[in-house]
């Protein structure tokens, strides 16, 4: 009888320790809107489908977040200030003192951490933090060169993933990166502890699918999705207003707000504060969905609107970042140009001059969609946490 209760007992410690704590790290939560965020989100959930694995996410809390959002997740809410973000639309979280305590003291206890993008605050105190408690991290990097209107800036991003950029991914147990391209860039002058992998991200393709009552309109219907900031490329759009035949609709926010760089126009509206569900009509409603972006890697949003059968127009470089790639619903535009707004000008006028193009594109989109689950990138993170924390436990004396 004893003999059988220390199994019983044995058995459930051992069950217990086989849980494997993972600390997330992240800027912001969801409700600030950015691709990271999302990202971040979407992994929590699906990562914490197994009971031998928990997680801790903790993020800037100064925007609203539902627990009930993340069942099974343990959600910690830091305290920041950013002295950036409303001025010049480049968020740049400086957390509390107290908030950085509370950050050690979760690392410490974890058996792996998680930090999206190194170029924040608290992404590089976890990453710290990680290598003087000795636990492994894997740093996900979202983001690589930006082709700012400033060249100032430009430079100083370039500097910076050079210098820290490269160091953050040296001193990290495992680099991942979610498009081939952002890997690419900083491949050139990164000395690798372990080759580097590269993770696409997933779409909900039970949310995001094809409407069944979307109405034909007499208009091309022509959507962004994004935050309003230099990166997404909101200023090439000015030169395209003009053109015959087509709406706008902008969903999004940030400092270089449509409405107020250009005034009101009868064919733009602006649409501020849809978050997740409320933006999946307008997916559903356009006809194109065009996102003139630069430097991020592969934006979900491009994901996203695909499984709703949108075709989509992106720059050359995210074309470049699709696993797979499907020109007849995947338009590009080169903006590694001179006159990049002249060049999107031009590729959304060549797609107004061929409606029949964007009819036929929507079944492609959708097939095209189906290569991506957020289970199997969750799946593939899953992999590394435990491949991290097996040799993490083979180091430990005894």
């Keep these: 009888m004893l003999l059988a209760f220390e199994a019983c007992m044995n058995s459930s410690m051992a069950s217990e320790s086989k849980v494997l704590k993972v600390a997330m790290v992240s800027a912001f939560f969801p409700a600030h809107g950015g691709g990271i965020e999302v990202v971040a989100g979407h992994l929590a959930i699906n990562l914490v489908q197994r009971e031998t694995l928990s997680m801790t996410w903790i993020a800037d809390g100064a925007d ?26 480049l968020p740049f979280p400086c957390w509390s003192p107290r908030s950085l305590l509370i950050l050690w003291d979760t690392v410490k206890k974890s058996d792996v951490v998680h930090v999206h993008d190194y170029l924040y605050v608290p992404s590089l105190a976890a990453l710290i933090f990680a290598k003087i408690l000795g636990v492994p991290v894997l740093l996900t990097q979202h983001i690589g060169q930006i082709r700012f209107g400033s060249k100032i800036a430009s430079g100083v991003l370039e500097a910076l993933n050079r210098t820290l950029g490269a160091l953050s991914l040296r001193v990290a147990s495992q680099a991942a990166f979610v498009a081939r391209p952002v890997f690419s860039y900083f491949d050139r ?18 949310r995001y699918k094809p409407s069944e009552s979307r109405q034909i309109a007499s208009n091309v219907r022509l959507l962004f999705v994004g935050r309003f900031v230099e990166k997404k490329g909101i200023k090439h759009f000015e030169r395209c207003f003009d053109l015959p035949n087509s709406t ?72 470049e970042a699709f696993p797979v790639l499907d020109e007849r619903c995947v338009f590009s535009a080169e903006l590694r140009v001179d006159d990049p707004g002249a060049a999107l000008r031009n590729a959304v006028e060549e797609l107004l001059n061929a409606p029949e193009r964007l009819a036929q594109a929507r079944v492609h989109a959708t097939s095209l969609a189906s290569q991506w689950s957020w289970e199997q990138c969750a799946e593939s993170y899953r992999q590394i946490y435990e491949s991290l924390a097996d040799a993490k436990s083979r180091r430990l004396p005894g």
Excluded: H, M
Excluded at 191 to 202: D, F, S
């Design 64 to 89: 609203e977040v539902d627990d009930s959002s993340f069942p099974r997740v343990q959600i910690l809410r830091a305290k920041s200030w950013d002295p950036f973000e409303k001025r010049i639309g």
């Design 189 to 206: 002058f990164v000395t690798w502890k372990t080759p580097a992998k590269v993770i696409p991200n997933g779409v909900d393709r039970r």
């Design 248 to 319: 706008w609709t902008f969903v999004g926010g940030g400092a270089l707000n449509p409405r107020q760089l250009w005034g009101t126009f009868a064919t733009v509206r602006v649409l501020e504060g849809l978050r997740g569900d409320d933006v999946i009509p307008y997916y559903q409603e356009a006809d194109l969905l065009v996102l003139p972006s630069t430097g991020e890697g592969f934006p979900l949003v491009v994901q996203e609107a695909l499984a709703c059968g949108t075709p989509v127009l992106v720059s050359a470089e995210v074309a």
